[in-house]
């Protein structure tokens, strides 16, 4: 079965510097998601991403994030200057429409000191 | 806002049914769904009930939704060890098409 993929799956970074999440989609899919998941809290919506450009974004998603459709298969997150509060799981997933199910990825573990 | 609402926390026995509990406030969400996540994964659909729907049965899952009340439920039957995990409630509210996830109850299987 098709499946989203992330990388990496555990980051380490250090406060201010910039990190660049990765994710390939499944490859017939068009609506692309970022959430991520602090500690033992909710999951929560970063950004929604469609037809190359951004269709939604939480509070959350501010300046210091981007999202990139580089080329027809990887979708990636940066954090231009992390923050410690940053730390969390970063989920990817992808959907063939609107309102279908989300398929989410692993996670990449981001850990910033 | 929209807010998903969960109990945090669920232990049975091996063997028991699982019911695990979620009020949700959209009353416009079209789709209703349950993702369990494992320790360290990510997120895995397991099921999801379209709004017109009562009741939905997969094998040992059983999915009941009361719209009047906003009340989602998912039953688990004969749960097993590998079903401890932490499960999401999650729904689509009316006005976009993001996910909203509760916060998830974790389900502890004892022997």
């Known amino acids: 079965e098709p499946e989203v993929t992330q990388t990496p799956s555990h980051q380490v970074t250090q406060m201010g510097q910039e990190v660049i999440l990765r994710c390939v989609p499944i490859?017939?899919?068009?609506?692309f998601y970022w959430y991520r998941q602090i500690l033992g809290q909710k999951v929560e919506f970063l950004v929604s991403?469609?037809?190359?450009?951004?269709?939604?974004k939480s509070e959350i998603f501010d300046d210091q994030f981007s999202v990139e459709r580089p080329d027809g298969s990887n979708f990636t997150l940066k954090i231009r200057s992390t923050k410690l509060e940053d730390s969390a799981m970063y989920f990817c997933?992808?959907?063939?429409?609107?309102?279908?199910?989300?398929?989410f990825g692993n996670g990449t573990r981001l850990t910033v000191t | 806002g929209e807010d998903v609402e969960q109990s945090l926390f669920l232990s049975v026995r091996e063997g028991d049914s699982s019911v695990i509990n979620c009020t949700y406030t959209d009353s416009s969400s079209t789709y209703l769904y349950w993702y369990k996540q494992e320790p360290g994964a990510g997120l895995q659909l397991l099921t999801y009930?379209?709004?017109?729907?009562d009741m939905k049965q997969d094998q040992r899952l059983t999915v009941l939704l009361n719209k009047k009340d906003k009340h989602l439920s998912l039953r688990i039957a004969d749960t097993q060890t590998g079903d401890s995990a932490i499960y999401f409630c999650?729904?689509?509210?009316?006005?976009?098409?993001?996910?909203?996830f509760g916060p998830g109850t974790r389900l502890s299987v004892l022997p």
């Open positions: 490859s017939n899919h068009l609506y």
């Open positions: 999650a729904e689509i509210p009316s006005y976009g098409q993001n996910f909203v």
């Open positions: 997933a992808s959907s063939d429409d609107a309102g279908s199910p989300l398929h």
């Open positions: 991403f469609y037809n190359n450009e951004i269709s939604e």
């Open positions: 009930i379209f709004s017109n729907m």
